[in-house]
């Protein structure tokens, strides 16, 4: 843990001495709760529709995949005319695009950027080092299965998929959130546990709260 | 290439030269040769520029090689000088005060191949890797897959092939 | 004039009106420019998904009390700008609260909704939130400078400061608009506009690309809603003011729908060909060019 995030005493400008905890001070540490649906069914629906038909992706590439989102904003794919938007803040967005292999050091910060994102969340696996491992299967450094750390609402296979294939994803994860099916974040918070053990479990230097919101 | 190795080898002890290209060579130095090699060709011979140093394991000999290229920018020719260090307790002379860029060398060698550089800047500082705790990874000795099977939970259902006997047998399944 | 309950319903119907006409604008504005780019673009009526959406998200989070209250006084900048300005000259229904004085009100709401979100934005704790307000605050409060002035002129102009009056002035013709009578307060208070739109060269404030949209950052769910809701009232109320002070007002709908957005368009022509200024910049671009101008036309005036 590095030194900057431990407990200590700190002086401050006018002579009193005061503890701070970064880790406690710093954030939030409840953890997440099951939100439950609109009371009444219309309404769920309408919002489940909107939600899919405005989805608003994180933009964080985390592995070589980034580079096939690119050309979704460009005249030949324009993936704007299907309501499919990107946001510089986790706070903002609705779908976090895994793209591609994912390192023990940029699952931490996946992971804390998904936390901080808004129920309801969803999780798109993208190519097919998210699926098993894909081309560094025996790596070091890359986790194998991304549905063991995050709940992944979709996967779209490849090593890389083209951008026509996230574009099909987008469609197919339209029609599960329509459903209604897309309920990754309520998972999130049901097997909470099971995440944090996991997630910890390869995350040897885990220096921050479990939940951080 | 010939002529330098000539002129150096009047002021230093020289191990063998390997010329590459017309333009790329290679000498062999001693450990404590490095340093006043380095300077010369810095300050005489215009190899200002520290394109790269990088480590390879010798398992079998026990040693790793240690490689310094430099890069004389006016006749566009480049020069490697190559280190064998003791694999045991590795470390060797930091010179982040000829090049500060190889401080960071420096620190991505002490973290992928444990190599120590005592005195270079933040080098014990995590590089790459965070809360490392297994032996460098890039060590020829570390077993990246024997790693991976017990960090990480694999997916069952996976099938690895050979590329060359699955694409003979696709292409030509009779044999022929 | 005087205040009678119908007002209400009234009102609330200018509001609504103005909500959907600049939904549909904006996205009308960000089609035109995917059509340079010969892209399709968003659908025209992919704002309102995005509020639903927005509105329809189950959990939030908070910072504080005035992470509550930035949005709302933002919103309450917006539709305070827009209430106390006459929205249709000559229509009792959409006069709204107009009276004598409403000028000097409509130039503080202005800077009100700026001053709310300074305050959230500043309790989000997010370095960029900070950057992003006191770029924000600097360059409005430059920009509220000619606008200032241009309004002093056409207030000794006119010799009044009710908007009602002075667009009353300006009536039969074209040649009677501020523009024609009184040009030197108009540029300086159009290029103090382009300050205040959020669009480039002055959109250093929310900066996508440095600074990930700048005081918004950690606003999300309903308070990103409301501060959406806010984008399209706020613009749309302060063209309102410009429209009546100097290019004659509307007296029906569809002559201030073309009003306004060519007022819009002016700004949305200047973003796409000038590059973006960072804020000293721009500070030095309003005091050389707008301000002299501003202050020029109070002493030809």
Known sequence: MKEELEKRIIKGPDGLEFEVEPLRDYYCEAPPTVMPAAYSKIVEDLFNWARSESIWILGFGTGCGAIEMRPLMTPRFDAYRFGVQWRPTPRQSNLFVISGYLSVKTLKRVIRSYEQMQNPKYVVGLGSCTINGGMYWDSYNTIKRLDQYLPVDLYIAGCMPRPEALLQGFADLKKLIRSGKAEGANEYAEKFEWYKANQKKVINDWDMPDYNW | MHELYTKLKQYFPLGELIEQRDNLAFITLKQEQLRPVILHLRDKENYTHLVLLTAVDWLEDNIFQLTYLLSNRANATDIGLRVMISRDSASMESIHDIWPTAATYQRELREMFGIDFPDSPRVNDDFILEGWNDIPPYRRDFDTLKYSEQTFSQRPGRETKDPAEHMKQKLYPDGA | ?301
């Open chain 3, 1 to 301: 004039m005087q205040f009678e309950w119908i007002q209400i319903p009234y009102a609330l119907l200018t509001l609504s009106i103005i909500i959907n006409f600049g939904l549909l604008m904006n996205a009308f504005v960000a089609k035109i420019g995917a059509r340079v780019g010969r892209r399709v673009g968003i659908p025209i009526y992919q704002n309102y998904i995005d509020l639903i959406k927005n509105y329809g998200l189950r959990s939030s989070i908070t910072h504080g009390v005035m992470f509550y209250l930035g949005p709302v006084f933002r919103l309450t900048g917006g539709i305070g700008l827009l209430m106390f300005v006459p929205t249709i000259y000559g229509s009792v229904m959409f006069s709204n609260f107009s009276f004598a004085g409403d000028l000097i009100l409509a130039l503080y709401f202005i800077f009100f909704g700026t001053l709310g979100m300074a305050l959230g934005a500043g309790e989000s704790g997010h370095p960029h939130a900070a950057i992003g307000v006191s770029r924000g605050l600097s360059q409005v409060t430059m920009a509220e400078l000619p606008l200032a002035l241009a309004v002093f002129s056409i207030a000794l102009q006119y010799n009044t400061l009710s908007v009602t009056e002075i667009v009353a002035a300006q009536q039969g013709g074209v040649l009677n608009w501020t523009l024609f009578t009184n040009p030197l307060a108009v540029v300086a208070a159009m290029l103090s506009f382009l300050g205040s739109v959020m669009r480039p060269p002055f959109d250093v404030v929310l900066a996508p690309q440095e600074i990930p949209i700048g005081p918004p950052t950690e606003y999300h769910s309903s308070y990103l809603a409301l501060m959406q809701t806010n984008r399209v009232i706020f613009p749309i109320a302060k063209m309102v003011i410009f429209m009546n002070l100097f290019f004659g007002g509307a007296d029906n709908w569809p002559v201030f729908f073309v009003k306004i957005f060519m007022i819009y368009m002016f700004a949305v022509f200047i973003g796409v060909v000038f590059p973006r200024f960072r804020v000293e910049q721009s500070i030095r671009w309003f005091l050389i060019w707008a301000v002299p101008i501003g202050i020029l036309a109070v002493i030809v005036v």
